[in-house]
C-alpha cells in the first residue's frame, strides 16, 4: 500500500507512525515499543519512515494533533494522511474531522466490504489481514510470506500474539 501511494500520489516518503494507547478504543495487540520495532525491521525503502511521536505518553491520541505538529515542522509541505474506506467511512466521527481534512489530503484504500471512491489508491489486494497473521501468530503457525522474515523472527523471539 505504501509503495501504491508513493507511485499514485507522487509523494517524496511516507512516514509510518504506530500508535500509542489511545482513550477511545482498545489497546493494541501488543505494545508500541514492538510494534515500532517490527516497523522498523518491516521497511526496506529510503523513502519510508518512522516517527514514534504517538507513542508518547503525553500523546492526546488524536490524528488531528499529530497533523498540526507535522504541519508546524514542515510547513512547505503536503501531507496526505493514507487509510482504508474503512476508516474513511468513519472520518466524519473523529476529534475535529473538518480540521483533519483541512490539514492533510485524505488517500483512500479499497477494503473489503466498503465501497471504493474515485479517489481511491489503486493497489494489489493481498487478501491478508493483520487479524489472521496475529492469530497464526497466536497459533504458533507459520508466517512465511505474510511478513517479511525480520518481523516473524521479531514475532517469534518475544512471543508476540499468543
Do not use: C
Amino acid at each position: 500500500m505504501a509503495r501504491a501511494a508513493l507511485e499514485h500520489l507522487k509523494l517524496d516518503q511516507v512516514l509510518f507512525l504506530p500508535t500509542g494507547n489511545q482513550k477511545y478504543r482498545a489497546p493494541a495487540a501488543t505494545s508500541g515499543e514492538h510494534r515500532l520495532a517490527m516497523l522498523r525491521v518491516a521497511l526496506d525503502d529510503p523513502r519510508f519512515a518512522v516517527d514514534a511521536r504517538e507513542l508518547d505518553a503525553s500523546f492526546s491520541g488524536y490524528t488531528v494533533d499529530t497533523l498540526r505538529a507535522l504541519n508546524k515542522e514542515k510547513p512547505a509541505d503536503e501531507l496526505y494522511l493514507l487509510m482504508g474506506s474503512d476508516q474513511y467511512a468513519k472520518l466524519g466521527t473523529w476529534h475535529e474531522p473538518e480540521e483533519v481534512q483541512r490539514l492533510a489530503r485524505i488517500g483512500v484504500f479499497a477494503r473489503p466490504g466498503h465501497p471504493a471512491g474515485a479517489s481511491t489508491i489503486p493497489f494489489a489486494q493481498s487478501g491478508i489481514s493483520s487479524t489472521d497473521i496475529r492469530a497464526r501468530a497466536a497459533r504458533g503457525e507459520s508466517l512465511d510470506g505474510l511478513v517479511p522474515p525480520a518481523v516473524a523472527n521479531h514475532i517469534a523471539r518475544h512471543g508476540l500474539y499468543r
